[in-house]
């Protein structure tokens, strides 16, 4: 089996001259859980080469097993440094798609057309889709055909809006995730603070925050093996 991991290509946090892009721990994470069953993975990004990381997953604080485990795994590391490029990218050559946080996909995947239409195509072949901390953000415009919104109706999760007030960037991020996915008329739930939280609906998994992303992994995993 095979999964696509989407990444961004983003690396500036806004105007505060700061570096932002993906949260290491959401994908470490992921990764081995995927790789560990057996899956192949593919990594792509919008602009293909490297994916920048978000420097703030690299403090001490943020390391877990997995995040030391990516950091000694030269082949993972060649891998984020040589990304493929989305746009070359097809849902029928993949069996689920995930995407990780980190506050870079608010920049770009929030609004990249081919980010949409794959994540349309996964999901309306049956597909399973999966997106872990501001990840869930990618959904905010996505259309289905009869014009409603991609996750209306649906029980999602994602960083909530007191997460980032805690990390203060209310203000330097172009949206909050917790606001635009109950605007779009999703169901959204969130635990405490830097809880694990994952909402499964249907095709559709989605986790909280960083600590999430291990079990919406699994979560997916679980779905493909059924």
């Known amino acids: 089996m095979k999964v696509l991991f989407v990444l961004t290509s ?12 993906f949260w290491v721990e959401e994908f470490a994470a992921p990764y081995y859980s995927f790789k560990d069953a057996g899956f192949d993975i ?3 990004t919008p602009k293909g080469g490297q994916a920048p990381i ?4 690299e403090d001490p604080d943020a390391q877990t097993p997995a995040t030391e485990r990516y950091y000694k795994d ?3 590391q060649n891998i984020i440094a040589n990304t493929h490029r989305l746009n070359d990218q097809k849902a029928a050559d993949f069996d689920a798609v995930f995407y990780p946080g980190g506050h870079g996909p608010l920049w770009d995947l929030a609004y ?8 349309l195509d996964f999901y309306n072949t049956q597909k399973p889709v999966g997106a872990v901390c501001h990840a869930p953000g990618v959904f905010k ?3 289905l055909e009869n014009g409603d919104p991609f996750v209306k109706g649906k029980n999602v999760t994602g960083f909530s809006n007191t997460e980032e007030e805690a990390v203060q960037l209310t203000d330097v991020v172009p949206f909050l ?3 635009e996915l109950q605007k779009a008329g ?15 609906d249907g095709l559709l998994i989605t986790g909280q925050n960083p600590a999430s992303s291990e079990a919406a992994a699994e979560k997916l995993i679980a779905i493909l093996k059924k």
Not at 10 to 21: I, W
Not at 189 to 199: M, P
């Open 177 to 179: 995730v917790e606001d």
């Open 10 to 21: 983003h690396d500036e946090l806004g105007n505060t001259g700061k570096k932002t892009g």
């Open 54 to 57: 978000d420097p703030k997953s």
């Open 74 to 76: 030269e082949e993972v």
């Open 112 to 119: 990249d057309k081919d980010s949409q239409q794959l994540i």
């Open 186 to 200: 999703g169901h959204y739930t969130k635990t405490e603070d830097w809880g694990v939280h994952v909402v499964e």
């Open 42 to 44: 593919v990594v792509a």
């Open 141 to 143: 415009d996505i259309k």
